[in-house]
């Protein structure tokens, strides 16, 4: 369960920089509910390469609720230029601090 958030964009966060492989199309699945409410999710990549961070959607923004579980899925071809020094695969609301709970996340 993640609570207490303070953005939108604070979510649970994987390091996956040594797992990219640049200009590869990755497929990201993610299960996500809510404590309450029905916020918008989405999977995302920020990717820092040469000191700029830029952040890349995995997944479509859709709705969860606490109802049950929602999946997030999407496929993304990830590429940097430079030097790639750090990547982060983390789950975020487009708005909003809702908690919400994470179920099998997956960057293949």
Same mark, same amino acid.
């Given at each position: 369960?993640l609570?207490?958030? %303070?953005?939108?964009?604070?979510g649970?966060?994987q390091?996956?920089t040594?797992k990219l =492989?640049? #200009?590869?199309?990755? @497929?990201?699945s993610v299960? +996500?509910? @809510?404590?309450? #409410?029905t916020?918008?999710?989405? $999977?995302?990549?920020a990717l %820092?390469a040469n #000191?700029?961070t @830029?952040h890349?959607s995995? =997944?479509p923004a859709? =709705? +969860?609720n606490?109802g049950?579980? %929602?999946?997030?899925?999407? /496929?993304a /071809? +990830?590429?940097?230029?430079? =030097?790639l020094s750090? $990547?982060a695969?983390? +789950?975020?609301?487009?708005s909003? %601090?809702d908690?919400f ?8």
């Amino acid at each position: 369960m993640l609570s207490g958030r %303070t953005a939108s964009w604070n979510g649970p966060r994987q390091d996956v920089t040594s797992k990219l =492989t640049h #200009g590869k199309s990755y @497929t990201t699945s993610v299960w +996500v509910r @809510t404590q309450s #409410g029905t916020p918008s999710a989405k $999977a995302t990549l920020a990717l %820092t390469a040469n #000191g700029t961070t @830029t952040h890349l959607s995995l =997944t479509p923004a859709t =709705t +969860v609720n606490s109802g049950g579980w %929602t999946q997030l899925s999407g /496929t993304a /071809t +990830v590429s940097w230029s430079g =030097t790639l020094s750090g $990547a982060a695969f983390y +789950v975020e609301t487009t708005s909003g %601090t809702d908690t919400f709970y994470i179920d099998d996340a997956s960057l293949q």
